[in-house]
């Protein structure tokens, strides 16, 4: 499956085995096949500027993608810091972030919360960050930095990267990603 059909359907299989974070292949041999994708798509987010806490349904297994769910996650990964400024959110991204959630609650995180620290820039703000790409994918409503209770940076990015999914930067206290080219960097 390439990776534009995991973004718009997220038919890909990740699993994780109990107690630590494994990779696919390994999980497969100790958990046996788990569709969660056929499932209902929960997020659980907290944005670290605001300290809104939301738990989103934004698919609904058997009605596909809910309006009012990616409504509310538009709304969760908005630019609060220039006038609460929205866009179209990638649903692409949405499912890369519940199937990070979802890896690791298969792994024994039992509330493996997603803390976004930025989401959508507006390009006024995109180009009063220093070091921003001029390109972001964040103006796009593609990318997102985030840290996830319970799971180490690099092991996020780990997990990420077997998504191959988009971009994935390692930063010392947060990783991005994105849904544009698949790529990768240490910031």
């Known amino acids: ?20 974070l494994l990779l696919p292949v390994e999980a497969l041999a100790i958990t046996g096949e788990q569709d969660f994708w056929r499932r209902d798509r929960v997020l659980e987010l907290r944005r670290a500027d605001t300290g809104e806490l939301r738990r989103i349904r934004f698919y609904a297994a ?45 792994a024994g995180k039992t509330a493996p919360l997603l803390t976004i620290n930025s989401a959508y ?4 703000r995109n180009a009063s960050i220093e070091g921003a790409a001029r390109h972001s994918q964040h103006v796009r409503g593609r990318a997102v930095d985030v840290t996830m209770r319970g799971v180490g940076v690099n092991q ?22 994105d849904t544009g080219r698949v790529r990768n960097w240490r910031g």
């Open 121 to 124: 820039r507006t390009p006024r």
């Open 62 to 106: 058997g009605q596909g993608y809910l309006k009012d769910g990616w409504l509310a996650a538009r709304w969760m990964l908005r630019d609060a810091k220039d006038g609460n400024a929205v866009t179209n959110v990638d649903t692409g991204l949405l499912n890369l972030l519940y199937g990070l959630q979802e890896w690791a609650r298969t």
């Open 1 to 20: 499956m390439n990776r534009r059909l995991f973004l718009q359907t997220s038919g890909s299989l990740v699993l994780a085995g109990s107690g630590s």
């Open 156 to 177: 996020l990015a780990a997990m990420a990267a077997h998504f191959n999914a988009g971009g994935i930067g390692l930063y010392e206290r947060f990783i991005h990603l």
